[in-house]
């Protein structure tokens, strides 16, 4: 799961090279921008749900139902949610 703004500064585009090798992830992308358009048509093939801006109770679900959490090291906020990743015991895949 990634959740947060779709920029490409946040490099969301460098999870495409795990899931072309793995055929057992389903990705979900929590949030919105400007890279919205360009991630849906670069994973269109791939198996990942655009959820939009979620907040509150179905956020907190989000986060307690995925099975592991990705974030660019390039992430001005990495701490913040390396630490809300690991707050729900998800592991943590960085870029």
Not at 10 to 18: A, P, Q, S
Not at 55 to 75: C, K, M, T, V
Request: some cysteine; overall charge neutral; hydrophobic content about 40%.
């Amino acid at each position: 799961m990634y959740v947060g703004r779709l920029a490409a500064e946040k490099e969301i585009h460098k999870i495409k090279r795990l899931l072309e090798k793995q055929d057992n992830i389903v990705l979900v992308i929590v949030g919105d921008g400007p890279e919205r358009n360009d991630l849906e048509k670069l994973f269109q093939h791939e198996s990942v749900v655009f959820t939009g801006f979620l907040h509150g109770e179905e956020l907190a679900i989000a986060y307690a139902s995925s099975d592991a959490f990705y974030f660019s090291i390039h992430n001005r906020n990495i701490r913040t949610r390396y630490i809300r990743s690991h707050g729900i015991w998800n592991p943590s895949y960085c870029c």
